[in-house]
């Protein structure tokens, strides 16, 4: 039932700005906080950044941050990613979760790649 689906990924150039999106259906998606991680070939999944239900409170990865803004279009069930002055360690598959009572939820995950 529950559905998330990210877009917006891309190949850019090294101080490139992407904006990431996450569709999302099968669930109260303003009563939950969102998440974006990221993993890059041959790493772990990392967390990326977090909002709070409200999109009141929000929090980011070390390596991103003043970088990059969540936020989230609750009207629209829509979760964003923001992204500027991208660099090459920025390439990854990003991905939209959604923790709730069952367990993580994850997209399909958009591709993001950083190279000049």
């Known amino acids: 039932q529950v559905q998330l689906v990210e877009s917006g990924g891309g190949l850019v150039q090294p101080g490139g700005s992407l904006n990431l999106s996450c569709a999302t259906t099968g669930f109260p998606f303003r009563d939950y906080n969102m998440y974006w991680y990221r993993q890059a070939p041959g790493k772990s999944r990392e967390l990326v950044a977090a909002?709070?239900?409200?999109?009141?409170?929000?929090n980011y990865a070390d390596s991103v941050k003043g970088r990059s803004t969540i936020s989230r279009d609750n009207s629209k069930n829509t979760l964003y990613l923001q992204m500027n002055a991208l660099k090459p360690e920025d390439t990854a598959v990003y991905f939209c979760?959604?923790?709730?009572?069952?367990?993580?939820?994850w997209g399909q995950g958009t591709q993001v790649t950083v190279s000049s």
């Open positions: 979760c959604l923790k709730w009572y069952g367990g993580d939820y």
């Open positions: 909002i709070s239900s409200t999109g009141d409170n929000t």
